[in-house]
């Protein structure tokens, strides 16, 4: 085993403590990391605040270079920057690895923190550490001309809006709203502008109407005024959901236009639907998380020409507790980001 620092749960009241980690030796296809930035996601603040799951070392978007190579390795070297998200295995042979979906494998992805090894059986541990060892597959080459801070979040926020933006042919005409401007809306909103499509931001909070027009959406819909809502009814053929909490699906099935999808990304949790707000106007309820290996590349790619990253706040890694914190009370313009070289 090699030991590297980062920040764990004890349980769900106490918050994050600084600890030595273990990290496997490298098996041939591996390669060790040294994790530079880890973007904070709400998924982390649902998973530090769950009464299971304890010791927990969360983070699953970030970037660094690679330190070591396991002898199989071909496509890394030392010193690469690389980009790991929320996914650091999958079985690799079933019908979902087959098409490239790995985020659907069939044995269910290893997740990067929380999850079990596909070898020894351990407990992954997340990038809220100066070191993670993970398989080469899921190391991505971080594209030349992306800040690694601000690129970090693109990892499991970015990959999360891009898969449903792609495959719901988000492109020029499109009408699209996103709901929720967070740390995944934010992103969506930047990708579908570039995409070509015309955007609306769905929010709570009437502050962020500046920032959705720099962010390049046309409008912003403040989701508790009814006669707004009531003006951008089928309005939409495509609303992208990133709300963290639960809420009723109705009043933004409304906005869905004819043949339109409700692509539900950001609760995760059980929802109730009355059937007739879907027939009416043949509408579509779908959902995604994450992605498979080929669009993971695919959206580097495409942020990296286009010049997108993460709006972000980067913060010592000791400021851990105050982010999530802050998260929790929705003051955040976009991401936080964790600097962990305060880890050495
Ligand atoms: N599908 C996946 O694989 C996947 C991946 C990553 C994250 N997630 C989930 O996606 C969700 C969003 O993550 P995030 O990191 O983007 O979170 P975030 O940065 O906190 O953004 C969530 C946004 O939702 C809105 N919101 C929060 N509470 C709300 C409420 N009670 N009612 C209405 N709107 C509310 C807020 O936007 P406004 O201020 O604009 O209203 C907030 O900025 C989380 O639940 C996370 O676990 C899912
Ligand atoms: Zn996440
Ligand atoms: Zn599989």
Redesign the pocket.
Known sequence: MRTTTGWQTADSASGLNRVPLERRDLRPDDVAVRVDYCGV???DL?AVRSGEGHPLVPGHEFTGVVTETGRAVTKLGIGDPVAVG?IVDSCGVCAMCRVGQQNFCHEFPTLTYGGVDRVDGSTTLGGYARECVVRERFAHALPAGLDPASAAPLL??GI?VWEPLRALDVGPGSRVAV???????HLAVKMAVALGAAIT?I???PA?VDDARKLGAHDLIV?TDEAQLNGARERFDVLLD????P?DLAPYLRLVALDGTLSQ????GPVSVATIDLLIGRKRLT????GGLPATAEMLEFCASHGITADIELLPSAQVNEALQR?AR?D?R??FVLDLSDLD
Do not use: E, P, Q
């Open positions: 996601c709400h998924t649902h929320n499991c926020a999360t709901a929720g401007l967070g740390g995944l809306g931001v929010s709570r909070s962020k989701s990133t709300i963290s909490a809420h990304v950001g609760y995760l959902s995604a998380g994450s998260l929705n955040v976009y991401r």
